[in-house]
């Protein structure tokens, strides 16, 4: 079967928009139109007649809504097979109608958790019949059409235009988008129980969903295409949320440099003005200093030749002189919480330069998991949420450290945390003068961050610089 006409239509819908005017242009072509609870209330509020779920099944909602769709004569109406001769013979005998459209979304469950409401109220946004409707409308798409977007409402009255049916490919689009909804949904809810409820660091079944994929220009390498989700439920922010206003699309590895610069310029929320530049995922300058020009001109010092065609980002609202100072130079990607009108003006000039806004900074102690994909299954593990606090620390040399080799003994410690290891960082005033990351040998990567100078250090005197080190990337 090819078009399948749409005689009636069950709407059952937790987000409203656009629900009237479906419901207007539906009846407008003899849809009979089913409807349940507020749905039903919002569609005679706008002058059309709807018939109640509860005058096919015979029985009210009840149980506080609980139990409403539940039923044979809707399920039946939803699932028959109906070239089927037994299928059909059962409708007739029951006296099943068929139901050939469904317009469902589901209790707003992700919209509840993020408020923050209590359990019990967290458990009562737990869709039951919404999901059920949907998976039987999807199971049975060959004669049934899902639809659980508003989004694709106008599409649907487009199907509708010329002859009051919708195509078969157009029901399979919805079926597939229905049940990745129905996964999503399910996905969320298994989340909370596990992490939220259960305060379980990891399940027996990790669920892992996103949605509104965005294609990137390509993957790691040209040949690879690639794209980004954003994940479905509460999350916290980061680069995936960023508003790009200017510059060509980015790459996947454009989204991997600037999710190590944001996170790493995280670390630098609510101090001085500090900038981070990164060179394929590794920092090759930062700095923290009075004004953000400053900085920016120390944490460029460090290495000034990794830092061409690097990622630029800053803890604070970008201002006009320091734009033009990063402009001086070939920059991938600027990122900054705000800029000023100066700032944007300069940065326009430069067309194929990405300009990416976040708003507020990632919260460097959000708790979650990070999770990388290898062959044949998942490795996850906690957020690297680790802080040093001076109160903490235990001189264990003859001499204590200065107040300000124990400042720059922690900025580097910040640092090194987001550099590849084998890590080594050099860090004076407030600034990094050398960094080695990625090399097998930590001597190695001693050497590459002791070739590096800033502008008015010299290496020959390492004694009085300090130094982290971490032996494995955290």
């Given at each position: ?22 419901g ?8 009979e139109?089913?409807s ?45 097979v ?28 992700e ?92 399940p ?17 390498n ?6 980004l ?6 999350h ?6 960023a ?41 090759c300058?930062?700095?923290?200093a ?16 990794s ?14 002189a ?34 990416l ?12 998991w990070?999770?990388?994909a290898?062959?044949g ?21 003859q ?33 990094t003068?050398g960094v ?39």
């Open positions: 079967m090819a078009d399948v006409a749409i005689k009636r239509a069950l709407l059952s819908v937790s987000d409203k928009s656009g629900l009237v005017e479906l207007t242009a539906l009846a407008g072509r003899g849809v139109l089913v349940t609870g507020g749905t039903a209330k919002a569609l005679r509020e706008a002058g059309l007649d709807v018939r109640d779920v509860s005058d096919l099944t015979g029985f009210p909602e009840m149980m506080d809504g609980r139990v409403k769709t539940l039923h044979p004569m809707v399920h039946g109406g939803l699932l028959a109906r070239d089927n001769p037994e299928h059909a013979a059962a409708m007739e005998a029951h006296a099943i109608g068929a139901i050939d459209l469904v317009v469902v979304n589901l209790y707003p469950f919209a509840t958790v993020a408020k923050g409401a209590e359990r019990d109220e967290v458990i009562e946004n737990i869709d039951i019949g919404g999901p059920s409707m949907v998976r039987s409308a999807a199971k049975n798409h060959q004669f049934v059409t899902i639809v659980t977007d508003p989004a694709d409402y106008p599409a649907l009255l487009g199907e509708l235009e010329a002859s009051g049916a919708t195509s078969l490919d157009f029901r399979r689009q919805c079926a597939a988008k229905a049940f990745a909804a129905t996964a999503a949904y399910d996905s969320m809810i298994s989340q909370w129980f596990a992490f939220a409820d259960q305060r379980q660091l990891f027996d079944f990790l669920a892992i969903n996103g949605k509104a994929p965005v294609e990137l220009r390509y993957g790691e040209p040949h690879q295409q690639a794209a989700y954003t994940p479905v439920g509460p916290a922010r980061g680069i995936a949320q508003e790009q206003l200017q510059g060509k699309a980015l790459s996947y590895n454009n989204y991997n440099d600037a999710d190590a610069a944001l996170e790493l310029c995280a670390e630098f929320a609510g101090g001085e003005p500090a900038v981070v530049i990164v060179k394929h995922a590794n920092p300058g930062v700095a923290q009075a004004t953000l020009l400053e900085a920016w001109n120390h944490a460029l010092a460090c290495d000034s030749v830092a061409f065609g690097g990622i630029v980002a800053v803890n604070t609202e970008l201002d006009g320091t734009a033009a100072a990063i402009c001086e130079i070939f920059t991938e990607v600027v990122i900054a919480p705000d800029a000023d009108e100066d700032a944007l003006a300069i940065l326009s000039a430069k067309a194929n330069l990405r300009v806004l976040t708003g507020a900074l990632p919260d460097p102690d959000q708790t979650g990070l999770a990388k290898v062959a299954g998942l490795l996850v593990q906690q957020r690297d949420t680790g802080r040093i606090l001076p109160a903490e620390l235990k001189t264990v040399t001499r204590a450290p200065t107040e300000q080799e124990l400042s720059d003994l922690l900025f580097a410690w910040k640092v090194v945390k987001h550099v590849k290891s084998n890590a080594i960082v050099y860090a004076k005033a407030g600034r003068i080695g990351a990625g090399r097998l040998r930590r001597d190695y990567s001693a050497k590459i961050a002791g070739t590096q100078q800033a502008d008015e250090v010299s290496l020959t005197h390492t004694s009085r610089f300090h130094r982290s080190t971490s032996s494995h990337s955290p």
